[in-house]
């Protein structure tokens, strides 16, 4: 962890593979795989995962990092296939649900709507969840419902200021200026605290 926060990443991955190499589990798979995606070594990234799901398909804890990893990466088609596999195997655990409304929804797709209305319904009160169920609605142009869901996510995460980014969006959306500048003034006041200070200003 020390030699990838200092950019040393020969370093980082040996650390990595020894620690792999004396404790052959889960955890360490996903730590190892990690790191090559952040230090840009997609195809030793490629060839663990290949091996390690060789040997255990249905490890399903890894799975999910290498689906949230394609997020993170922004490989939202195989983003997508990796969460509706998980999906499957899961239906019980509302997070693939909204993460699979996600991806959906930053490829333009329809169908985020029902599954991160779904996630809601399984597990009500998330902020997480019901700040994409907003982003969903909006994208579908049901601005009074997107608007209502990103007044609760805010309401249930009032710290967080990428839900209070989207509130501010909807605000605009639906033409309540005053609002909007009130959430976008708290936002600007968080300086560089809040990394996103661009789309502040923006709006």
């Known amino acids: 962890d020390l030699a990838a926060r200092q950019g040393s990443w020969p370093a980082a991955f040996a650390a990595a593979r020894e620690a792999f190499a004396r404790d052959n589990s889960t955890p360490m798979a996903i730590r190892l795989h990690g790191f090559y995606i952040a ?4 195809a030793e990234a490629d060839r663990l995962a290949q091996t390690w799901l060789r040997d255990r398909p249905n490890d399903f804890d890894f799975q999910f990092h290498l689906a949230s990893a394609a997020e993170q990466t922004k490989d939202y088609a195989d983003a997508e296939a990796r969460y509706r596999a998980l999906v499957a195997a899961r239906p019980e655990i509302p997070l693939m ?4 409304a996600w991806v959906v929804l930053q490829q333009g797709k329809p169908g985020a709507v029902e599954l991160a209305e779904k996630a809601n319904s399984a597990a009500p009160g998330v902020p997480q969840f019901m700040d994409t169920l907003s982003q969903a609605l909006a994208a579908e142009k049901k601005t009074d419902q997107a608007l209502d869901w990103a007044r609760k996510a805010v309401a249930a995460a009032p710290n967080s200021p990428e839900y209070r980014l989207n509130l501010a969006r909807r605000l605009v959306q639906k033409g309540e200026r005053a609002q909007a500048r ?13 990394s996103r200070q661009a789309e502040v200003a923006k709006l």
């Open 97 to 100: 649900q909204n993460n699979l």
């Open 182 to 194: 009130s959430e976008l003034e708290q936002l600007s006041a968080l300086g560089g605290r809040f």
């Open 39 to 42: 230090g840009n070594r997609k």
